[in-house]
């Protein structure tokens, strides 16, 4: 999904830029007074969660930027997010589609020391294409540009074809206890730059909790290989692609991960609905704050209508107030196994 930036998202940098020029001397002060404790930001929850376990006791200032609930896909920062970041040591962010507009709050950083984590990066030939599967709604963000400027019709038509085109990667790259090894290695690393004096300490503990993710992801292995199923139905947006390429399952889903689509065709409604009698599905699935409305259609349109409808955490609007009540990357994920192995059966 592309991200159109206009002129208040610069004027935003603008007067980010503005704001830290006038904090510089009071939080050079602050600075002075707790020790210069290093400032790490980070702008989705998992990223928080692993560079807090990385941490550990160490001293540090721990940001979360969409600490609000916000999802991923239509954050916006403000003038003080921009500002946080630019004071920060190590700043950690996903680096796809949806993170378009950190190349401009990067030009502005004060502190030119900076070390930043740019998931998809580290990630490499790793990172996988969204797949658009047999059945999905397709996306359809650029109708209403051709409707609203007819005069212009075959430049938006060539436009369209350009996007369509393009390769767009999947974002969801944390969805993946392979994945969270790798990037939370990189955040170690990152961490180990900014604060030498403490990197004997985050290398420790980077590798006492990629020993747990790997714990949790042969618990994974384990449950696939037992499972009597072995293809997922998601009556919703789908941001598992790496965890099923993980450990080889199949899926069937209605829209992409990154889709601003929320009203499923008939079309749509109906392959669901035959593909789950086709293959015996008894528990269709969604992610967490979904309506549940598809699933609950698909079901009415399907032969078995008691399937059940279970859910996923994708961790995308996992929020400070979900952080404070003890939320962490591993919990979640060893919810999302239970909720699999239900799925599968």
């Known amino acids: 999904m592309k991200k159109i930036f206009t002129a208040a998202f610069a004027s935003i940098i603008l007067l980010a830029g503005i704001g830290t020029m006038a904090i510089a001397k009071t939080s050079a002060k602050a600075n002075s007074k707790n020790g210069s404790k290093i400032k790490v930001v980070a702008t989705i929850f998992p990223a928080y969660d692993w ?7 160490n001293d540090a200032d721990l ?14 920062p403000s003038v003080q997010d921009i500002v946080k970041i630019s004071e920060s040591d190590v700043f950690i962010y996903v680096g796809g589609e949806s993170d378009g507009w950190v190349k401009d709050a990067l030009k502005n950083v004060r502190n030119k020391n900076i070390q930043v984590v ?34 212009h019709h075959d430049a938006h038509d060539h436009d369209h074809d350009d996007d369509e085109e393009e ?30 004096k403490n990197a004997t300490s985050y290398k420790a503990n980077c590798l006492a909790y990629n020993k747990q993710l790997a714990a949790l992801d042969a618990q994974y292995e384990s449950a696939v290989k037992a499972a009597s199923k ?29 889709s601003a689509e929320t009203e499923a065709s008939f079309k749509t409604v109906m392959f669901l609905a035959n593909k789950s009698d086709q293959l015996g599905i008894n528990n269709l699935l969604v992610i967490e704050n979904s309506d549940q409305k598809i699933a609950k259609t698909v079901n ?23 952080v404070k009540g003890g939320a962490t990357y591993l919990k979640s994920m060893q919810a999302n196994l239970e909720v699999l192995k239900q799925a599968l059966k």
């Open 118 to 151: 740019n998931m998809m990066e580290v990630m490499g030939d790793r990172a996988k294409a969204e797949e658009v599967k047999e059945g999905m709604e397709a996306e359809h963000e650029h109708e209403h540009e051709h409707d609203h400027d007819a005069e």
């Open 300 to 322: 009415k349109n399907s032969k078995n209508k008691n399937r059940g409808i279970l859910v996923m955490d994708s961790m995308q609007a996992t929020d400070a107030k979900a």
């Open 63 to 76: 940001t979360m930027l969409l600490s609000n609930g916000a999802d991923l896909h239509s954050y916006q």
């Open 230 to 258: 072995k293809t997922l139905v998601f009556a919703d947006r789908f941001p598992f692609r790496y965890l099923t390429d993980d450990y080889g399952l199949d899926y069937f889903a209605a829209f992409v991960g990154c």
């Open 167 to 196: 390769e767009e990667l999947d974002e969801h790259v944390w969805l993946s206890l392979r994945n969270a090894q790798l990037l939370t290695s990189a955040i170690s690393v990152a961490l180990q730059k900014a604060d030498a």
């Open 51 to 57: 560079a807090k376990e990385v941490i550990g006791k």
